[in-house]
């Protein structure tokens, strides 16, 4: 349940912009105004974008908990992302059209779509507002409109921002400006190595899917213009969290917060503080779409998992660390997620949740909060959940109670998933879940009888099928599908 701000832990949040934990400060007393880089719709998102996005969950759902109207939103990016990041490159969403023969409005509803599918198997929260950037181009047009004349320039390929115009430009980034200038491509006539498009003009004698007219001529908008248009838009200025994955400290951001301040003729950065979750890596480097052979959601439920277990990784680690990911390391993920399902079940079968957790569980709800309060120390969260429910001597409807406050918090659907939901089913599996029933029946007869030649035949006829039998299984889960 929502506890009253005033007589708990302070909730602390690392800013990458002091790169210090500081005290949540709202703008608007009671209030949390949230925005987070959503994806670009270019093509699937892979699980380590899933990871910002679980983060960003986990933050309105702390915040929630803590008392405050989480007013939330992320942004589908269908239109002005680069293949770089700088303004190298082509528009991701054309390239993907052009080399897939759809159009990018196609591409991007299937896109933005799967994505969303993904977002619901892993309980991120809908926000209250999807913003759609080809939907606020008007609104980008009148934004760089009002900036043009005092921090940007024109030239041939389109209107540019001058960092220079704003104070302190980079300071999120913290990066020498030498660091980044390998990476950007020189665009000629740039008055200075970080000066990014805020508008790009399609080339004399082509055409592109997406452009709009603008007084800088046909074209389209830049993709940091965006979040600044959108964010401004939904949010007001200043608001309180801004979120993304690591990579947008670098560059994404730091235009951002050029954006706003000259939108706003303010020092203020648009947002108070500047959250971002670190990488999940595959052995080999990070994920990236562009380097291909990605691991998705769909491939985890292909291979047997639910996607709360890929939560559960998430949540086990700090998001401000790297996070190396494992089938390995899902599986442990999966069987700690199945133990905590069992026990919610097992106190179902006895009560329904009270009205109040009660003074038994008091303590631990503070130590759960306190952790969540110590920028977001879902780790630690965890393992007082755990020591929650395995309290001996407690009311279960009580125990219930707190479980579901602190799963609210957590979003792992501890209360709603069934233990039948958990097990362990690849695609390729072809014996139906009856027969496996069935053929186990038979065997723990023949079994009471001492007829182990019967009961052997049985087990060999299952594992024929890929039927694991796991008869002592500390779960209690008698089998599981295996490869095939
Ligand atoms: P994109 O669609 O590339 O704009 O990325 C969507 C979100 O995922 C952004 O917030 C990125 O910073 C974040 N992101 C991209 N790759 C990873 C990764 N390997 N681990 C965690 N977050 C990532
Ligand atoms: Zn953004």
Known sequence: MARTMTETVPLKLFNSLTRQLEPFQPVHPGEARVYSCGPTVYSYQHIGNMRAYVFADTLGRTLKFKGYALRHVINITDVGHLTSDADA???????????????????AAFFTAEFKRDLGWLKVTDPAKWTVATEYVPAMIDYAKSIADKHCYELDSGLYFDVTTVP???????????????????????RHQADFAIWRKTPPGESRQMEWDSP?????????????????????????????????????????????QAHECSAHTGATIWMHNNFLKIRDGKMSKSEGGTVRMQHLVDAGFHPLAYRMVCLQAHYRSELEFSWEGLQAAF???????????????????????????????????????DDLNTAVALTVLEEAAALKKTDSGEKLAALAAMDRALGLDLLTLRREELRIRPKAATIAEAEIEAILTQRKE???????????????????????????????????????
Not at 169 to 189: F, N, P, S, V, W
Request: with cysteine.
């Open 216 to 260: 800088w001529g046909r074209g389209a908008p830049g993709w940091h213009l965006e979040c600044s248009v959108m964010s401004s838009a939904e949010l007001g200025m200043p608001f309180d969290i801004h979120t993304g994955g690591i990579d947008h400290r670098e560059i994404h951001h730091p235009n951002e917060i050029a954006q706003n």
């Open 89 to 107: 490159g082509d528009d991701k969403m054309e390239k993907a059209a052009a080399q897939s023969g759809k159009t990018a409005w196609d591409i």
């Open 335 to 373: 069987v700690r997620l199945k133990r905590l399902v069992m026990t919610v079940s097992g106190l179902r079968a006895q009560a329904e949740p009270a009205d109040a957790p009660g003074a038994r569980l008091a303590p631990y709800l503070e130590r759960f909060e306190a952790a969540l309060s």
């Open 446 to 484: 023949a079994r009471a009888a001492k007829d182990f030649a019967t009961s052997d035949a049985l087990r060999d006829e299952l594992a024929a099928a890929g039927v694991e039998v796991m008869d002592g299984d500390p779960l209690g889960w008698d089998w599981k599908l295996g490869e095939g």
């Open 168 to 190: 302190d430009y980079g300071r999120l980034a913290r990066a020498a400006t030498d660091e980044g200038e390998g990476r950007i491509e020189q665009i000629e006539g740039k």
